[in-house]
């Protein structure tokens, strides 16, 4: 089905292990075509699931004449219809995203963004695999990019050349990204986040991603953490650049290093916690942990 990879983020030869695995959406969606997730809607198609007594203007044709003629009643037979799923991927392009540390510092090679972009280049291969629609939305202090939903080879294409040439901006707004893409938006479906969060106005985030929730929407938050952010490096004497122009400072880390991890644990805890709160389904992932356990564990998880 799927043509040639457009993007060195795509390892075929690695996701074909998880091919049995679906995206799985915890509540009922909205759809445009027949797929395989529950849908809102109850029609005549699919699964019976209930009876309901007839109102004038109902189809006729839903009528279930033989329990009309057996009680002299007039219900209606209902059916839950099967719908495609439509999720739309927003990742955070802001300058803290491309944090790593130096291979020869540590074994952890790659920027937070990198993995991002491993992750979800993986995820709209399989979603699009099975006749799913993907979106894709690049934000910093602003929406920056979007592509609107899609499930064609060329499509996906397209996507995955996006998250290929991906590149960071200074600043962060999540929330007014978030706000400019709910408005592009007029039927529900899933919203998955890919962020540090290291934002100055959190609560102006899961503001905006309550609009979503608002309008019955899934909404996925993952919390992205590099290893080398919960705690702070050994050694004597070390210059701390800001990714997004908040300056430097030149400090011992044993100085402002129980300050420094209760306060970054502080941070993960807020986020959660409003992620929590406004009704989203939180994930905090490390880059430590290989993409594909990390997906693998994610939909594994969601399918229950």
């Known amino acids: 089905m799927l043509t040639r990879p457009a ?44 009876f309901r007594e007839y109102s004038p203007g109902d189809d006729l044709r839903k009528l279930d004449w033989k329990v009309m003629a057996r009680t002299g ?5 209902l059916y839950q219809d099967e719908t495609d799923l439509t999720c739309t991927i927003l990742i955070d392009a802001s300058s803290s995203m491309k944090f790593a540390v130096p291979v020869a510092e540590q074994k952890l090679a790659g920027t937070k963004l990198e993995y991002v972009q491993y992750f979800a280049t993986a995820l709209t291969h399989l979603l ?52 400019e893409l709910f408005n592009r938006f007029k039927r529900r479906g899933v919203l998955l986040v890919a962020s540090d969060f290291l934002c100055d106005d959190l609560a102006g985030t899961f503001s905006a991603l309550r609009l979503f929730r608002s309008r019955f929407w899934e909404v996925v938050a993952l919390h992205i953490v590099h290893p080398a952010e919960e705690k702070l490096p050994a050694g004597d004497a070390f210059r701390f650049v800001g990714l997004e122009n908040e300056g430097t400072i030149n400090c011992t880390p044993a100085e402002i290093r129980e300050a420094y991890e209760r306060r970054f644990e502080e941070h993960c805890a807020t986020v959660r916690s409003l992620a929590q709160a406004a009704g989203c389904d939180y994930r905090r992932v490390s880059t430590a942990v290989p993409y594909l356990q990390t997906l693998s564990g994610f939909l594994a998880e969601r399918a229950g």
């Not at 996906?156 to 706000?179: C, F």
């Open 128 to 179: 699009v695999s099975r006749q799913d629609r993907v979106g894709l939305a690049i934000a910093s202090d602003q929406l920056q990019h979007f592509l609107p939903p899609g499930c064609t080879p060329d499509h996906l294409q397209r996507v995955h050349r996006v998250i290929d040439r991906l590149s960071t901006w200074p600043a962060t707004n999540l929330g007014v990204a978030i706000q």
């Open 73 to 77: 009643r007039r219900y209606l037979r």
């Open 7 to 50: 993007t060195r983020f795509l390892e075929l030869q690695a996701l074909a292990g998880l091919q049995h695995l679906r995206f799985t959406t915890r509540r009922r969606i909205d759809g445009s075509y027949s797929g395989r997730h529950q849908s809102r809607q109850l029609s005549g198609s699919g699964e019976f699931v209930d």
